[in-house]
């Protein structure tokens, strides 16, 4: 299934380029919206109708504290200390299967997945 992502400038370039090979739909941060703050970030996955891929876990207090409007999914990537090696294969594992984003807040790590449904917040 095609998706449409967009991933935080934080996440690795190299998936990027994977994920659009596989035809996906991925605008990321690192090219477009170079040290743009999380809420645009944010404000832009909603406004595209895109499921955001970050590494950064300021989504989370966005979503859940601050009450912002979340993006259509969240996939928060915990690497710890991984090689960029490590890190790709994590990555390229964790999309292989094509698990469902949408709708859900997704923390994914090494042996560990865990998603939380999304309501829609007010901001």
């Not at 990027?16 to 596989?22: D, S």
């Not at 979340?70 to 991984?82: C, D, E, K, N, T």
């Not at 294969?89 to 807040?105: A, D, I, N, V, Y």
């Amino acid at each position: 299934m095609i998706e449409r992502y967009l991933a935080n400038e934080n996440f690795p370039a190299m998936m990027v380029r994977l994920l659009r090979e596989q035809r996906n739909d991925v605008i990321h941060a690192a090219e477009t919206f170079v040290g743009a703050p999380d809420e645009r970030i944010l404000h832009t996955a909603v406004e595209q109708d895109r499921v955001l891929l970050t590494l950064d876990r300021d989504f989370g207090e966005l979503v859940f504290h601050r009450r912002k409007t979340p993006a259509p999914g969240i996939v928060l990537f915990r690497m710890g200390q991984m090689s960029p090696d490590g890190m790709l294969s994590f990555l390229q594992t964790f999309f292989e299967p094509q698990p469902p984003l949408r709708g859900f807040f997704t923390v994914a790590s090494p042996g560990h997945f865990r998603q939380v449904p999304l309501g829609k917040q007010q901001e």
